[in-house]
């Protein structure tokens, strides 16, 4: 329980510093898309902390969302992708898993049930309203359809409770993700 609680205070964090600088189908396997540092969107646009190297498109409650500028990271055995649209107000979706070393479907696992695996799941619009998915908050779960060394691949799909600020109700996310590290 102390790792997801830290897990999930880095990766908010990480999502409100994020948020503050910005103001379909899975793919087979992991690769880079265009822009100028093998990103999915306008790499010249993105904050300095996005490595680009990839695409994110989902629907939340329906609505179709891509996103701009991805962040994905592996080490240590924990994967984490984020994705901005950079629209005003910016749309920040992103999930952390781990440890993981492989393909799998991996789901959040229910209050008071150990975890091999854990996941949370994030939604912040604006920077002031934010919706997550984690053990006893929410439910969901990342299939990896491929992990190198090199990138990641595969779909996410989330039932997130509000958490903090402007938000509320409960968002549906799903959708799919192709990283380059």
Same mark, same amino acid.
């Given at each position: 329980?102390?790792?997801? +609680?830290?897990?999930?205070?880095?990766?908010?964090?990480?999502?409100?510093?994020?948020?503050?600088?910005?103001g379909?189908?899975? !793919?087979?396997?992991?690769?880079?898309? *265009?822009?100028?540092?093998?990103?999915g969107?306008? #790499?010249?646009?993105?904050p300095?902390?996005?490595? =680009?190297?990839?695409?994110?498109?989902?629907?939340?409650?329906? /609505?179709?969302?891509?996103? /701009?500028?991805?962040?994905?990271?592996?080490?240590?055995?924990?994967?984490? &992708?984020?994705?901005?649209n950079?629209?005003?107000?910016?749309?920040?979706?992103?999930?952390?898993l %781990?440890?993981?070393? %492989? !393909? *799998?479907? $991996?789901? &959040?696992?229910?209050? %008071?049930?150990?975890?091999?695996? @854990?996941?949370?799941?994030h939604?912040? @619009? %604006?920077?002031?309203?934010?919706?997550?998915? $984690?053990?006893?908050?929410?439910?969901?779960? @990342? /299939?990896?359809?491929?992990?190198? !060394?090199?990138?990641?691949?595969?779909?996410?799909?989330? +039932?997130?409770p #509000?958490?903090?600020?402007?938000?509320?109700?409960?968002?549906?996310?799903?959708?799919?993700? =192709?990283?380059?590290?």
């Amino acid at each position: 329980m102390k790792t997801l +609680m830290i897990s999930r205070r880095v990766s908010m964090l990480a999502l409100l510093v994020i948020a503050a600088a910005c103001g379909g189908s899975s !793919p087979a396997s992991p690769s880079g898309g *265009g822009g100028t540092s093998g990103g999915g969107g306008n #790499a010249s646009a993105c904050p300095a902390m996005y490595v =680009n190297k990839g695409t994110m498109n989902a629907r939340i409650d329906g /609505t179709a969302w891509t996103t /701009t500028c991805v962040n994905p990271t592996y080490g240590g055995g924990q994967l984490n &992708i984020v994705g901005d649209n950079l629209a005003n107000p910016a749309t920040i979706i992103s999930f952390v898993l %781990g440890p993981v070393s %492989g !393909p *799998g479907i $991996y789901s &959040i696992t229910p209050l %008071g049930v150990p975890a091999q695996v @854990v996941v949370t799941g994030h939604l912040a @619009v %604006g920077g002031s309203a934010i919706w997550d998915a $984690y053990a006893g908050h929410g439910s969901g779960s @990342v /299939t990896i359809n491929a992990l190198t !060394p090199t990138g990641a691949s595969g779909t996410f799909s989330f +039932m997130m409770p #509000a958490s903090s600020g402007t938000a509320t109700g409960t968002r549906a996310v799903e959708g799919s993700f =192709n990283a380059a590290f």
